[in-house]
């Protein structure tokens, strides 16, 4: 198999995986009232340790403003997280986690870990770690070729 192949067939098993965890992460935090894509929010939020503009709670969760903006749409209306005043941009405000939203992001991170921790069973700890390298250097090159690209294309 050349490295194309072998590339090609890792990504096309990516596309699955992530398309599992989707589902996986519906399931695990449903009765919480949240979806995948809302609890990622949350996760961008929290774990930045600091309120995010929509703009970089996208940037951190590689998705785009327009995504993300939805989102923190329906988790204002739903009381996870609130707009607060922006000191360094009036036009941007920050999404902060409310009470209702740190409870749920708590809750969902503990179900993450015993469901983790199941799905993990029969991998070494170094295989895994090997894994998480080869998709982060993977990932690398995607955005290093992304914007080499941007220029050659006027993007």
Same mark, same amino acid.
């Given at each position: 198999?050349?490295?194309?192949?072998?590339a090609?067939?890792?990504?096309?098993?990516v596309?699955?995986?992530?398309?599992?965890?989707?589902?996986a992460?519906?399931?695990?935090t449903?009765?919480?009232g949240?979806?995948?894509?809302?609890?990622?929010?949350?996760g961008?939020?929290?774990?930045a340790?600091?309120?995010?503009t929509?703009?970089?709670?996208?940037?951190?969760?590689?998705?785009?403003?327009?995504?993300?903006?939805?989102?923190?749409? *329906?988790?204002t209306a739903?009381?996870?997280?609130a707009?607060?005043?922006?000191?360094?941009?009036?036009?941007a405000?920050?999404?902060v986690?409310?009470?209702?939203?740190?409870?749920a992001?708590?809750?969902?991170?503990?179900?993450q870990?015993?469901?983790? *921790?199941?799905?993990?069973r029969g991998?070494e700890?170094?295989?895994?770690d090997d894994a998480t390298?080869?998709?982060?250097?993977?990932?690398?090159?995607? *955005?290093?070729?992304?914007?080499?690209?941007?220029?050659?294309?006027g993007?």
């Amino acid at each position: 198999m050349s490295r194309a192949e072998a590339a090609t067939a890792l990504i096309l098993e990516v596309f699955r995986l992530n398309g599992a965890l989707l589902a996986a992460g519906d399931g695990l935090t449903r009765d919480l009232g949240l979806t995948s894509a809302r609890w990622q929010v949350l996760g961008a939020v929290s774990l930045a340790g600091r309120p995010l503009t929509v703009a970089g709670a996208a940037r951190a969760m590689g998705l785009t403003r327009q995504a993300v903006r939805r989102l923190v749409t *329906e988790l204002t209306a739903d009381g996870f997280v609130a707009l607060a005043p922006n000191p360094d941009h009036r036009r941007a405000a920050l999404v902060v986690l409310t009470e209702s939203g740190r409870r749920a992001y708590a809750a969902a991170s503990e179900r993450q870990a015993a469901w983790a *921790e199941r799905i993990a069973r029969g991998c070494e700890p170094a295989a895994l770690d090997d894994a998480t390298t080869l998709l982060r250097r993977l990932r690398a090159a995607l *955005e290093r070729d992304e914007e080499q690209a941007a220029p050659e294309t006027g993007s």
